[in-house]
């Protein structure tokens, strides 16, 4: 099948071939053909790498009049990146129609959107928040909007962004076309589709929930001590990756990445903390590969679009299965293969299963690679560099005299002996004391798994903490607001929220009793809007639900939570040996090892 035969217009098909794009992809070959066509509404299940941004995008551009002052297309997606991203994306492909395209999102000036917005669009890319400021203002006007698109449905919703969603929706005409685009199919994504679409056709590419076929899904178990030492081994025996990896919350990500770049990794983090600017650095960084790894939280990595990450890395395990879904769907993008690696401990092997059950895949369970294994590859590597390295012989010419007298006693096995070990022997030394990392799964988890997970999720049901938050309406806050708060900062999602009352200075939340701690510790401290904010547990009978008689306003003197120290986790220890790199990632160091146990490398002495 060709973009010609799909029906679109000659302007797009010509940018298409521009761009390279030969033949459709399978999402592409369904939807195109469809929402070209009058009055549809349409559910596509597809994760980002299918090419779901030119499955609505092609059409949309197609459809509308791109001369039109109102917007006629409207796109409403979670985040800055990813609005950015389909921003560009759509104006390659309306390049030969004079497109108006704008992009609305939080975070930047805001007048220079509104003055974009008032000299006329024909299709507005937007984050949920800022549109809904926009039209407040009265600055977007959606009167005219024919399209509306839903990208990343499930995430949107993740991000509370549910209120948004809707009042946006209430302020387009009602005979509009939704296209909604969702990696999973939650409950709440259902409810969308049920109140703002008549009758869709609903196209899945893989089974809902589904992961892509082209990524192999590994895990390792290690016990709980182990888990940094187990990832440095995983990048030691994948000299080439470039990867990602996630961390659960914002602390763990910059200690992870602070460790691995101290033991000489070319790696960064990238999370809340970090502000848009060096967020955007990062990324840049990361997508020119100039960074070989990056450790993000899953808010942070939102919006990532990299098409050639060869592994993910799971330092934990996400709260939310959907997440697995996400994380694991940014490497094997775009027709090509990848690996997801998790690691778990002892106790977690009912996460894999559930995982499993869920996404209908499963795992294949890995051997965190061995001191002789890992050394065995980092000398392949060094050896390639060697064969690789040009040689300048003008330079090395002067000196190739006294280089050949140097060595004029020794044999050529000798030599490349002499200069393999110079390079080579900190990594030996270092992991000739490093002992197999590998641990067993508990016996109840492995043989129990489903008892332990309704006991589980019984206990979620059932026991919820309330919180206080020093912040309240007149601060800004909206339930919306605050669910965002928590989520950013805790990488929970919002499924593990409850009840939400905002009061006029303060508000009360509640979220699952088993995230209290980490919710005390994250969210307390963080800002939002300026404003500095302060969460505790609520005492006995203290915000019963309501207005509350303690909403007086002004008080914002409030004790901090037992576990409201911030701040990163200690690194003792000294810099580990790493290699200097060749080609590719050669900014920093790569590759490092482990801290040593004082156990035995057997393997060593007979491989080298
Ligand atoms: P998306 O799922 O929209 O994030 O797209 C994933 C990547 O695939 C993007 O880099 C697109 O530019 C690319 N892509 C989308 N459709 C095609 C196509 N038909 N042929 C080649 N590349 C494509």
Redo the contacts with the bound molecule.
């Keep these: 099948m060709t973009?010609e035969e799909l029906g679109l217009r000659r302007e797009v098909l010509k940018s298409l071939t521009e761009?390279?794009?030969?033949?459709?992809?399978p999402i592409?070959e369904q939807a195109i053909p469809y929402l070209l066509g009058e009055d549809c509404d349409f559910v596509g299940l597809?994760?980002?790498?299918?090419?779901?941004?030119?499955?609505f995008g092609l059409p949309l551009i197609n459809n509308i009049d791109t001369a039109a002052r109102l917007p006629q297309g409207l796109i409403i997606c979670p985040t800055r990146e990813l609005c950015l991203?389909i921003t560009k994306?759509l104006n390659v492909f309306a390049k030969y129609l004079d497109g108006n395209i704008t992009a609305v999102y939080g975070g930047t000036d805001i007048r220079t959107q509104i003055s974009n917005v008032k000299k006329g669009t024909s299709i507005v890319v937007a984050t949920p928040g800022r549109l809904v400021d926009l039209i407040n203002r009265k600055v977007v006007q959606l009167g005219q909007v024919k399209y509306v698109i839903l990208d990343e449905a499930d995430e949107m919703l993740n991000m509370g962004f549910k209120e948004d969603i809707d009042m946006i929706l209430d302020q387009t005409p009602i005979d509009k076309n939704v296209w909604l685009f969702s990696a999973t199919m939650p409950n709440e994504v259902a409810r969308i589709a049920r109140t703002y679409m008549t009758d869709p056709l609903e196209v899945s590419i893989g089974h809902k929930n589904q992961s892509n076929e082209n990524i192999e899904h590994i895990y390792y178990t290690v016990k709980e001590r182990d888990r940094y030492d187990a990832v440095k081994r995983l990048i030691d025996f994948n000299p080439t990756i470039y990867g990602l990896i996630f961390c659960r919350t914002k602390n763990e990500t910059a200690t992870v990445a602070m460790k691995l770049a101290r033991d000489g990794y070319n790696a960064e983090p990238l999370h809340g903390d970090l502000t848009q600017a060096m967020r955007d650095r990062v990324m840049e960084r990361f997508r020119s590969k100039e960074l070989q790894i990056l450790v993000a939280t899953d808010v942070a990595a939102r919006g990532l679009?990299i098409?050639n990450i060869t592994h993910v890395i799971n330092y934990n395990l996400p709260d939310d299965i959907e997440n697995y879904t996400h994380r694991s769907g940014r490497t094997a993008?775009?027709g090509k293969t990848g690996q997801s690696l998790v690691l778990v401990n002892t106790r977690e092997f009912v996460k894999i299963k559930a995982i499993e059950r869920q996404m209908r895949m499963t795992f294949t369970q890995g051997q965190i690679p061995n001191p002789a294994e890992i050394c065995e590859i980092q000398l392949k590597k060094l050896i390639d560099n060697t064969i690789a390295t040009e040689v300048k012989e003008a330079d090395i010419a002067p000196f190739m005299d006294q280089i050949l007298d140097s060595f004029k006693d020794l044999t050529k096995e000798e030599v490349i002996k002499r200069f393999v070990s110079a390079e080579f022997n900190r990594f030996i030394e270092y992991y000739e004391r490093a002992g197999d990392l590998n641990a067993s799964a508990s016996k109840e988890d492995r043989e129990r798994p489903d008892r332990k997970n309704d006991r589980q999720s019984r206990a979620r049901e059932e026991g919820k903490t309330r919180f206080f938050v020093n912040l309240g309406r007149r601060d800004g806050l909206n339930p919306g607001a605050m669910v965002r708060i928590i989520c950013d900062a805790t990488g929970l999602n919002s499924k593990a929220l409850g009840r939400i009352d905002i009061m006029t200075s303060f508000s009360f939340i509640e979220a699952d009793d088993e995230h209290t701690q980490k919710i005390l510790k994250l969210v307390d401290g963080t800002e939002f809007e300026g404003h500095k904010v302060s969460i505790e547990v609520t005492a006995p009978g203290q915000g019963g639900g309501g207005r509350d008689r303690n909403d007086r306003g002004g008080d914002r003197k409030f004790s901090k939570g037992p576990g409201s120290k911030r701040g990163p986790g200690s690194f003792g220890g000294s810099r580990k040996p790493g290699f200097e790199k060749k080609g590719g990632f050669d900014k920093k160091r790569s590759g490092g090892a482990d801290r040593g146990s004082d156990r035995g490398f057997g393997a060593k002495r007979s491989k080298y």
């Excluded at 761009?19 to 992809?25: D, N, V």
């Excluded at 597809?46 to 499955?55: F, L, N, S």
């Design positions: 973009f761009l390279g794009f030969e033949a459709p992809t592409q597809a994760q980002t790498g299918t090419g779901k941004t030119a499955a991203q994306d679009d098409n993008r775009a």
